[in-house]
Nanobody, 127 residues
Framework: QVQLVEAGGGLVQAGGSLRLSCTLS????????MGWFRQAPGKEREFVLG????????NSADSVKGRFTISRHNAKNTVYLQMNSLKLEDTAVYYC????????????????????WGQGTQVTVSA
């Protein structure tokens, strides 16, 4: 059974940085496209960033372009979300997701394309 475990959330001041990590177990990491989503209180879950199976192709939401980056280390079964220049509106629970895909180049951007989800980690940005 595939499991995803996130780490790295916490409280940070506006303008600061955080790095989230997500480790997959119970499956072949390199066969999954990976993504990060977030959900703020009272809002729908939204796509943040995605990365293809090999790590050479990414896609990001406009709201985080130039501030957040996604990367993966297939030998460590881990995907990362580097968040810089954090804003108050980045406060949310962040979820890691894995999607099974036969395409090595495709980046999955919709929630229903992902098969497995982590438990979520809270990121709170303070003024």
């Amino acid at each position: 059974q595939v499991q995803l475990v996130e780490a790295g959330g916490g409280l940070v001041q506006a303008g600061g940085s955080l790095r989230l990590s997500c480790t997959l177990s119970g499956g072949t990491f390199s066969s999954y496209g990976m993504g990060w989503f977030r959900q703020a209180p009272g809002k729908e879950r939204e796509f943040v960033l995605g990365i293809n199976r090999s790590g050479g192709n990414t896609n990001s939401a406009d709201s985080v372009k130039g501030r957040f980056t996604i990367s993966r280390h297939n030998a460590k079964n881990t995907v990362y979300l580097q968040m810089n220049s954090l804003k108050l509106e980045d406060t949310a629970v962040y979820y890691c997701a894995a999607g099974s895909t036969v395409s090595s180049w495709r980046v999955l951007v919709t929630a229903n394309a992902y098969n497995y989800w982590g438990q979520g980690t809270q990121v709170t940005v303070s003024a």
